[in-house]
């Protein structure tokens, strides 16, 4: 599976932006995908997942300011951030999940929360 993040940039605190992840495949094959950050100096870090029944996670940091969903018809995982804090700067992973186990991961699009 390949996976193409894009919609990363700069924006101001408090601000929003929407990345976008393609893939390659129908997501309807896939058993889950979702969204992970990685900072300078830190690890990887789960942001949100959906399953595919649509079931969201996130981690306590976003809830309830980034939002991810899934259009099938795209192939392609959103995830909705809003109210950007300085914090929320990383760069940002686009991961897939297979029925079988398989994990495969997109380039990344950095965001930047700066003013």
């Known amino acids: 599976v390949q996976l193409q993040a894009s919609g990363g940039g700069l924006v101001q605190p408090g601000g929003s932006l929407r990345l976008s992840c393609a893939a390659s495949?129908?997501?309807?094959?896939?058993?889950?995908m979702g969204w992970y950050q990685q900072a300078p100096g830190n690890e990887r870090e789960l942001v949100a997942t959906?399953?595919?029944?649509?079931?969201?996670n996130y981690a306590d940091s976003v809830n309830g300011r980034f939002t991810i969903s899934r259009d099938s018809a795209k192939n392609t995982v959103y995830l909705q951030m809003n109210n950007l804090k300085p914090e929320d700067t990383a760069v940002y992973y686009c991961?897939?999940?297979?029925?079988?186990?398989?994990?495969?991961w997109g380039q990344g699009t950095e965001v930047t929360v700066s003013s």
């Open positions: 991961q897939a999940t297979t029925y079988t186990r398989q994990i495969y």
């Open positions: 495949r129908p997501i309807f094959r896939l058993s889950a």
């Open positions: 959906i399953s595919d029944r649509g079931g969201a």
